[in-house]
Nanobody, 125 residues
Framework: QVQLVESGGGLVQAGESLRLSCAAS????????VGWFRQAPGKEREFVAAIRWSLGVTSYASSMKGRFTISRDIDKNSVYLRMNSLKLEDTAVYYC??????????????????WGQGTQVTVSS
């Protein structure tokens, strides 16, 4: 099974940008869809964006479109989440997750089986 490691979180000021990385170990992302999720204190985990590795097709939660961009680097076997114009409410633990891409639910953030440990993003004023 694929193992996921997130990195790139940290403390930033409102309005700044940050790029999160999700690297796979154990196997490549071939035949997987990879998604980003986040969980703020006291809130449920929510879907941010996902990418189907083989085709590079992307999907975003409607509330995340515009400021967030998901991408992949095939050579580095990594998925990225670029976050621009960060707001205080973007503060959360961000997780990457993976599932087999034949599961059509990948684009809606459901059915993800494999999860990383998460990386903290804190946006200050």
């Amino acid at each position: 099974q694929v193992q996921l490691v997130e990195s790139g979180g940290g403390l930033v000021q409102a309005g700044e940008s940050l790029r999160l990385s999700c690297a796979a170990s154990g196997r490549t992302f071939s035949n997987y869809a990879v998604g980003w999720f986040r969980q703020a204190p006291g809130k449920e985990r929510e879907f941010v964006a996902a990418i189907r590795w083989s085709l590079g097709v992307t999907s975003y939660a409607s509330s995340m479109k515009g400021r967030f961009t998901i991408s992949r680097d095939i050579d580095k076997n990594s998925v990225y989440l670029r976050m621009n114009s960060l707001k205080l409410e973007d503060t959360a633990v961000y997780y990457c997750a993976a599932q087999w891409d034949y599961d059509s639910r990948w684009s809606s953030g459901r059915g993800y089986e494999y999860w990383g440990q998460g990386t903290q993003v804190t946006v200050s004023s």
